[in-house]
């Protein structure tokens, strides 16, 4: 196993899944409130369990932007976001957590290997998409309101 730093989420975020499983840990980074047949006591212990085998396995450059989490839940969504939104979270040094891996990965985490499809695709729902421009949900670039009312007013101004 390896430590998380700005360009190995993926591969890490995998095999972390994977440690997670075989230690009976993988519920609590999926629910935030307990499970059934497990009371609220030893709900905070196996989520503290999972926080503590997380930052083992987070560069330093990391582990200062989560090292304040004590719930296995809000420290993957804390770490799934700033993936999944393209943040980073920047370190005293500047260095970044994430960065943007390109065409090569789809948002959800899949790689697009277009051979290994069949059939049709399934289309992508406009509420799952990002805008380049604005960073908002819903829409995408060509038809972001930001960007057309950006340039609406740039053309009152030059008349």
């Not at 790689?111 to 509420?127: Q, T």
């Amino acid at each position: 196993m390896f430590t998380l730093n700005s360009e190995n989420y993926w591969t890490w975020k995998t095999q972390m899944v994977d440690f997670l499983c075989v230690r009976d840990l993988y519920e609590t980074i999926k629910s935030k409130d307990a499970v059934d047949g497990i009371n609220d006591r030893e709900w905070k212990i196996l989520s503290r369990k999972a926080v503590a085998i997380i930052r083992q396995f987070v560069d330093d450059s990391v582990h200062q932007n989560v090292a304040s989490y004590t719930n296995a839940f809000e420290l993957w969504s804390k770490l799934e976001k700033a993936r999944r939104r393209d943040l980073t979270l920047s370190s005293k040094n500047g260095a970044d957590m994430v960065q943007d891996r390109g065409r090569g990965m789809r948002k959800n985490g899949d790689s697009c290997n277009r051979d290994k499809s069949k059939g049709r695709s399934n289309s992508n729902s406009k509420s799952k998409v990002i805008c380049y421009h604005c960073q908002n949900q819903g829409h995408i670039k060509n038809s972001c309101p930001t960007m057309k009312r950006n340039k609406d007013n740039d053309e009152v101004r030059k008349q």
